[in-house]
C-alpha cells in the first residue's frame, strides 16, 4: 500500500514536470514569433526608410545636375559678355587716345593762337599810345593786361578779342561826345590847373584858372599831338576864352569857333 502511494506521487510530480516543461516551451514559441515579427517590422520600416533616402539622394544628383548645368550656361554667357566688354574696352581705349592726340593738338594750336594774338594786341598799344590825348595812359594799360593775361593763359582768346574790341568801340565812343572838365596841364615847365574842353577826339582847348595860359591841340608832322600856346595872340585868345565860357555855360549859347588840327606833312 505504501509503495501504490509514492508510485502515485511520483507520477503526479512527473505529469507536473511535463506540464510545466510544455508550458514553458509553449511560451518560448510565441516570444520568438513575437520578436520574429518586431524584426520583420524592423525591417520593412528600415527598407522604407532606405527607399525614401535613396529616392531624396536621387532628387538632389538630379538638382544639383541641373544647378550645375545652369552654372555653366550662366558662365558660358558671363565668358561672352566679359569678351564683348573687353572688345568695347579696347575700342574706347582707341578712341580715348585718337581724343587725346586730338585734343593735344588743338591744344597746341590754341597755345599758337594764343601767343600770335596777344602779341597783335601788344602792337596795338603804339596806336593807342598816338592816339587822341584823352586818357591814353589808362587806356594803354588796359590793353597791356589783356594782352598779359593772355600770354599767361589767364583768360581765353575770345575773351582776349571781346574786351580789346570794348577799348576800341570805347575810343569810337569818344569821338561822339563832348565834355568840359577840371585838371592839370604841363606848361612850360609849369603845371598848370585850368578847365579843358575835349570836342570829340578831334580837338581839345584849354584854359587856365587865371586865364594867363591858353591852349589848343594840334597834329605834328609825325602823326602825334602837341599843345600849341596861342597866349600871345590876343586873336586866338579871346575866341578860345569865350569858346571855354559857352561850353561852361558862362556864356549864353552860341556859334562858336573851334581850331581843329590836320597831320603836317614833315619837312
Not at 216 to 241: C, F, I, Y
Amino acid at each position: 500500500m505504501k509503495y501504490c502511494m509514492l508510485s502515485r506521487f511520483f507520477l503526479g510530480l512527473l505529469l507536473a514536470g511535463v506540464w510545466t516543461g510544455f508550458a514553458s516551451a509553449q511560451e518560448t514559441v510565441e516570444s520568438v514569433k513575437r520578436q520574429t515579427k518586431a524584426v520583420e517590422s524592423e525591417t520593412a520600416r528600415e527598407k522604407k526608410l532606405h527607399e525614401a533616402e535613396k529616392k531624396r539622394h536621387a532628387e538632389f544628383i538630379e538638382v544639383g545636375r541641373k544647378k550645375v548645368q545652369a552654372l555653366a550656361q550662366q558662365n558660358k554667357f558671363l565668358n561672352a559678355e566679359i569678351d564683348s566688354l573687353k572688345a568695347e574696352l579696347n575700342k574706347l581705349a582707341d578712341a580715348r587716345q585718337k581724343t587725346m592726340g586730338t585734343i593735344r593738338w588743338f591744344e597746341s594750336r590754341k597755345a599758337k593762337y594764343n601767343e600770335s594774338m596777344a602779341r597783335v594786341i601788344d602792337s596795338l598799344v603804339p596806336v593807342f599810345e598816338s592816339d587822341f590825348p584823352y586818357k591814353n595812359e589808362e587806356v594803354v594799360k588796359s590793353v597791356q593786361e589783356i594782352a598779359n593775361q593772355l600770354h599767361k593763359n589767364l583768360i581765353e582768346a575770345d575773351d582776349a578779342l571781346s574786351r580789346t574790341l570794348e577799348v576800341f568801340y570805347d575810343r569810337i565812343r569818344l569821338g561822339y561826345t563832348t565834355e568840359v572838365y577840371k585838371g592839370f596841364l604841363a606848361v612850360d615847365a609849369r603845371n598848370v590847373a585850368g578847365t579843358f574842353l575835349r570836342y570829340g577826339a578831334v580837338a581839345s582847348v584849354f584854359v587856365s584858372n587865371d586865364g594867363n595860359d591858353v591852349l589848343w591841340l594840334e597834329r605834328t608832322a609825325d602823326g602825334g599831338w602837341a599843345w600849341k600856346n596861342v597866349s600871345d595872340d590876343l586873336v586866338m585868345r579871346t575866341v578860345l576864352k569865350d569858346v571855354i565860357k559857352v561850353a561852361e555855360g558862362k556864356s549864353a549859347p552860341k556859334i562858336v569857333t573851334i581850331p581843329v588840327s590836320f597831320p603836317r606833312e614833315g619837312k
